[in-house]
């Protein structure tokens, strides 16, 4: 059998600008660095993996944010951290930074015993999800893998260049 590693992923963005606001926020306290910079791409890299934002001139995604009633947001990227307070502190870090969680810090033992995550949306309504296993040691429920159930205390404050204000609670 021949084994394959994940390389890039390559996404659509409607603004160069706002996705590097966005995605340097995010990415690059990850241990991310922009390689590339253009008018009709970004490149991020952590040496492994490489994340691509393309401008799209005619998108061919049609992509709807989510509102916070989904039973389920199957479409994401999701990103490993070492404990779920590595998981609190950067949703802090970049809440500092004005870009707000969808789904704010919380366990989820319907996912996995110790499972942990936050979630943001960025401009293009990609959601981005921060993890880590630990914690306490609910009962393990099957799930399909890529899901995500319905938040207990969903925020919704949209990622965006720099704005005002602070994010409801």
Do not use: C, Q
């Given at each position: 059998?021949?084994?394959?590693?994940?390389?890039?992923?390559?996404?659509?963005?409607?603004?160069i600008a706002r996705a590097r606001f966005f995605y340097d926020r995010f990415l690059l306290p990850l241990g991310y660095r922009r390689f590339a910079t253009d008018p009709t791409y970004l490149g991020y890299t952590d040496g492994a993996l490489t994340l691509w934002l393309l401008k799209s001139h005619r998108p061919r995604v049609h992509?709807?944010?989510?509102?916070?009633?989904?039973?389920?947001?199957?479409?994401?990227?999701?990103?490993?951290?070492?404990?779920?307070?590595?998981?609190?502190?950067?949703?802090?870090?970049?809440?500092?930074?004005?870009?707000?969680?969808?789904?704010?810090?919380?366990?989820?033992?319907?996912?996995?015993?110790?499972?942990?995550?936050?979630?943001?949306?960025?401009?293009?309504?990609?959601?981005?999800?921060?993890?880590?296993?630990?914690?306490?040691?609910?009962?393990?429920?099957?799930?399909?893998?890529?899901?995500?159930?319905?938040?207990?205390?969903?925020?919704?404050?949209?990622?965006?260049?720099?704005?005002?204000?602070?994010?409801?609670?």
């Amino acid at each position: 059998m021949v084994r394959g590693a994940l390389h890039h992923v390559s996404l659509e963005v409607s603004d160069i600008a706002r996705a590097r606001f966005f995605y340097d926020r995010f990415l690059l306290p990850l241990g991310y660095r922009r390689f590339a910079t253009d008018p009709t791409y970004l490149g991020y890299t952590d040496g492994a993996l490489t994340l691509w934002l393309l401008k799209s001139h005619r998108p061919r995604v049609h992509r709807k944010a989510p509102d916070g009633d989904e039973e389920v947001i199957a479409e994401h990227l999701a990103f490993r951290l070492p404990s779920p307070s590595a998981v609190t502190a950067r949703e802090a870090e970049l809440t500092r930074a004005e870009i707000y969680p969808f789904f704010r810090g919380e366990e989820h033992p319907e996912f996995s015993a110790g499972y942990f995550s936050a979630s943001w949306v960025d401009p293009d309504g990609i959601v981005l999800e921060l993890y880590a296993m630990g914690g306490t040691r609910a009962s393990r429920r099957s799930r399909t893998p890529g899901t995500r159930a319905r938040a207990a205390r969903p925020t919704r404050k949209r990622a965006r260049a720099p704005r005002r204000g602070r994010a409801s609670r």
